[in-house]
């Protein structure tokens, strides 16, 4: 049913874990299903130069973690915050119908963590 | 690469034996029940020959077995059947939280209709208290439905208890039995039920056929379909010959190494359970510790979710199911788990392992193998581990 | 002794490179399509693959077949669920006289609870008059069930002119194609209709199986089960994948082979008919002499009963039907004989003879060698016959 | 579905056919399916002597005249007069439960032609 990126992802996630001294974290839950991702940032002159995100959810969203990732590391924040779900899916070769509110989760938990840093520069 | 299947309470490959009569009455045997001459007389006989063997595994007559296309089919054919022969003396059903979906939203439907509906709440193990079916029947109630074992976590309620309450209050009972039948004994006497639910596939027969038992002098009547008068009017369309003669076989295979199959899955399933608490930490067994299906062992694993687990498994040949909302069309994790009182969360992360006919004690240890990495992998990416 | 099949309107063999296909959906592709690992995907695709053959055999889109369990199935399904949904838009429904007891008894029954019926008349070929059927309609009438070709007399009705009337007033029409399929070409675009039934045991497929199409944007709804979220929730139940594989198959094959043997068949059936006619007197052909499927020859013999006439072809190792009140259940003569006027005595000598793939010239002779002495050691016993 | 014995009737009927100069002749038809049957008597002395019978119906209709005719034949016309459906149905090992009606054509006709007889007695 999932693509085989969407499978590359889910089996090979790219930057898991957790930022100790993050400039920002966004932590969703999805409210259709329940499941909750967190993205760490790492930010150096408006540009994300580290991100690492940790999901608890299914293998759409892992791997919607995993690639939202990859697209935002090296982009200036206003980028990434164009990065929209769609994009997402579409750079894993698409997702079954009814997953593709799960890619809400990865460019909701980027764009809060964006949100996040934002708000502490304030 | 190795496969191992534990998902035999989704469905089961078809066995050999089973196969054997099936093809026969695709080709040889092909002649329609309906059909007075040779071809049809050899139809007619496969058909009541595999009516006796299913009456047979169920202590029931010949004449008060139906054939259905499935479980699904037989418990809308005897719930609404049921409820519309009957609406004159009463309007309320009741039903428990955890039956299947065949169940549950025929006796919701019902409910939009003009029925009043009691949906019994479980206990943490998913059993249903006979002290609460007491207190629900009222003199408007005309039917009662509890399945025999449950389907996500294996608990067997005590039918025999409830049904014996219905009868002491002219109330039907009917039971889907299509999780128990082949598993524990299901004789439609000793349960005491009027109406019995059994699927040929969840039994080493094929998918698409299924009967419904109606005790001689119920008062239901079929209420789904029109059409010719097949299954003495109470089942319309050209019989699935090949289908009902495969779940005949099936039926009586099935009844036939029953005790032993029993004794040899509980083996191999107490060492899953034992092994995988063990092994694990922060998992917890769902269904009840005991009076549970022999075959059945279901999880919730704590900080990661079912879906991702059952990918992972996949990968390693093996192949299971989740009451998870990831793996369901409607993104409700499952009901059943729900209404157990398990949180959310938790009930995100279940698992089930449902044995068969093939699996072995070494399949045990393929899984723990695997699965120890797989849950460790998992947590290390979840937000919710607390490590 | 000889076997000459000529009853394939009752029901065909499996062909074996559909018994093929089935038997690998038994064991090894037994997953359950709902299942996300690979036993499920496995499933899941065979039911995808499946799913495109028939809705190209029909030229129809996949996501617009809907499998069920049968023609029977099919034909309620299609019925109940335009009537539920489009209540609020009127209440009243058209069919003919002749359609099979799927269909008309399933109008009968919405008959009952509150819509209004209209069932047109048929010409002494069975024929409905598209005429009647404008005449008919009216701003209340929400669907239109005419079958695509009959059961009983082989007469094909005009369904593209009654369907472009139907389309013309806003009104759906649906057609019973189970007897049409594989015989003549069945698309449904061409015949413009908006649903269609059909139906595996009658092409060469297993029995229990049948697929309902619904154009898309169709006012429909599920009505008949409940359950889970097969069929994306247009039909309940654990798919019947072996079975739905082989009707995929079935159907495949029904297409390719449609034309040849379609000219090969009319060849016998003229041949039959003629010979029949030559050789017995008193014979009448039943339903229309062109308009009518290439296998199907239809009579009525004066002065002797179906039954008898069925018996002793059998003896002789033909297989036949008839539509004589001694063959069926209800103790009354076909409903569609009586509905061309022919009356309850002629009606009771009703022989129906339906070729196949296996039948060849050969047959029409072995037949014919036969039935001539049968009808005429029955006609001597016979207190009607004039001699 | 028909048993050995009704078969064997049905292929091979006894006292087929029509007698002339017949003293009774009772002619019924069935009113379930239509079904029609004749049956002729020559009697001597109060005793049936010869039978013959004619039938438009199903297999069981003729095994059922064939039947009543073989017992009837030698029989007075009381004893002739107490066959009964059921007794036919029996000598027959049965019928089908659907077709039992189908016995009653044939005890019909042989009272019908005995009544006739008589009639035309009085
Ligand atoms: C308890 C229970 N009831 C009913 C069904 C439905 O049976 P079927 O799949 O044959 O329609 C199932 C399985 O799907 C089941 O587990
Ligand atoms: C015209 C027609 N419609 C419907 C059916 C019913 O189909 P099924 O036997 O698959 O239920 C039949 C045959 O039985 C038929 O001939
Ligand atoms: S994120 Fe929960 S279903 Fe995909
Ligand atoms: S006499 Fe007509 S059905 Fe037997």
């Known amino acids: 049913m999932y693509s085989e990126k969407v499978m590359d992802h889910f089996e090979n996630p790219r930057n898991v874990g957790e930022i100790a001294d993050a400039d920002g974290v966004g932590l969703v839950g999805n409210p259709t299903c329940g499941d909750i991702m967190k993205i760490y940032l790492k930010i150096d002159n408006d540009v994300i130069t580290d991100i690492k995100f940790k999901t608890f959810g299914c293998g759409a969203a892992i791997a919607t973690s995993s690639m939202v990732t990859e697209m935002a590391k090296g982009k200036t924040l206003d980028e990434a915050l164009r990065l929209s779900n769609q994009s997402v899916a579409e750079a894993l070769d698409g997702l079954p119908p009814q997953k593709m509110h799960c890619s809400n989760l990865a460019a909701d938990a980027l764009h809060a963590a964006i949100d996040n840093y934002r708000e502490k520069q304030k | ?387």
Request: charged share 20%; proline share 4%.
């Open chain 2, 1 to 387: 690469m190795r496969r191992v299947y534990m998902d035999h309470s989704a469905t089961t490959p078809v066995r050999p034996e089973v196969v054997e009569v099936m093809l026969n009455c695709l080709t040889e045997k092909f002649g329609n029940p309906s059909s007075l001459h040779y071809f049809g007389r050899l139809g007619r006989r496969a058909l009541d020959e595999a009516r006796e063997k299913v009456a047979n595994a169920i202590g029931a007559k010949p004449e008060e077995i139906v054939f259905t296309s499935g479980g699904t089919e037989a418990d809308n054919m005897a719930i609404h059947g049921v409820a519309m022969l009957n609406q004159n003396r009463g309007n309320h059903i009741i039903t428990s939280a955890v039956e299947h979906h065949a169940v549950l939203n025929t006796v919701k439907a019902l409910g939009k209709q003009g029925f009043t509906v009691t949906i019994l709440p479980v206990d943490k193990y998913g059993m249903v208290s006979v002290e609460d079916l007491a207190n629900a029947i009222t003199d408007k109630t005309i039917l009662i439905t509890i399945m025999h074992a449950n389907n996500e976590v294996g608990t067997v309620q005590p039918i025999k208890e409830m049904a014996a309450l219905a009868k002491a209050k002219g109330v039907l009972f009917h039971t889907d039995a299509v999780q128990s039948m082949g598993k524990i004994p299901v004789n439609v006497d000793e349960l005491g039920v009027d109406l019995l639910t059994i699927s040929g596939h969840k039994i080493y027969g094929p998918k698409g056929v299924g009967a419904l038992y109606i005790r001689k002098g119920t008062r239901w009547r079929q209420s789904l379909f029109h059409g010719g008068a097949q299954e003495r009017l109470r089942r319309a369309g050209t019989e699935n010959v090949p289908g009902i003669v495969a779940l005949g076989k099936a039926c009586e295979l099935a009844v036939q190494e029953l005790d032993k199959e029993a004794v040899r899955l509980t083996g191999i399933r107490d060492k899953l359970i034992q092994e995988v608490m063990e092994k694990i930490a922060d998992v917890r067994l769902t269904g009840h510790p005991t009076k549970r299906l022999p075959n059945h062992a279901s999880f919730c694993f704590e900080f990661i979710e079912g879906e991702s687990m059952l990918l992972s498994m996949d990968m390693k040949g093996i192949a299971a199911s989740s009451g998870s909302a990831c793996t369901s069309g409607s993104l409700e994790p499952s009901h059943v788990l729900l209404a157990m009182g398990i949180p959310h969360e938790l009930a995100h992360g279940s698992i089930r392992l449902t044995l068969g006919r093939d699996n072995t004690m070494e399949d045990v240890d393929y899984f723990i193998e695997n699965m120890v990495p797989i849950v460790e992998r998992l947590r290390a990416m979840s937000p919710l581990n607390p490590d």
